[in-house]
């Protein structure tokens, strides 16, 4: 499975981004899917997924209310709107598919990283 994310940059604290994972496969259904984040010297840990319907979400805590995931099955395209921004957002931020039917998931095919910097 290949995904394609984008979206990522160099924004202010407050400020909002939107990133992108495309699956140009016509396989965007078939797993459930979601967002992962690296900060620099920390492990990759688990940040927003969507179920294959797209019916259900599961958020980390620290991002509750102030992120969101969503699916375009058409676009066969995976969204995070992130607003509010703040310093310990800045990671590099990956889209991943599961092969699972919960949430949280562990991913089993990764897309190439975005890098999402916030300043102050």
């Known amino acids: 499975v290949q995904l394609q994310a984008s979206g990522g940059g160099l924004v202010q604290a407050g400020d909002s981004l939107r990133l992108s994972c495309v699956v140009p496969?016509?396989?965007?259904?078939?797993?459930?899917m979601g967002w992962f984040r690296q900060a620099p010297g920390q492990e990759r840990t688990f940040v927003a997924g969507?179920?294959?319907?797209?019916?259900?979400?599961f958020y980390a805590d620290s991002v509750k209310g102030r992120f969101t995931i969503s699916r375009d099955y058409a676009k066969r395209t995976l969204y995070l709107q992130m607003n509010n921004l703040n310093l310990e957002d800045t990671a590099v931020y990956y889209c991943?598919?599961?092969?699972?039917?919960?949430?949280?998931?562990?991913?089993?095919?990764w897309g190439h990283g975005t890098q999402v910097t916030v300043s102050s």
């Open positions: 991943a598919a599961g092969r699972g039917w919960s949430l949280p998931f562990e991913g089993d095919y």
């Open positions: 496969e016509n396989t965007f259904s078939l797993y459930i």
């Open positions: 969507m179920s294959r319907s797209g019916g259900d979400t």
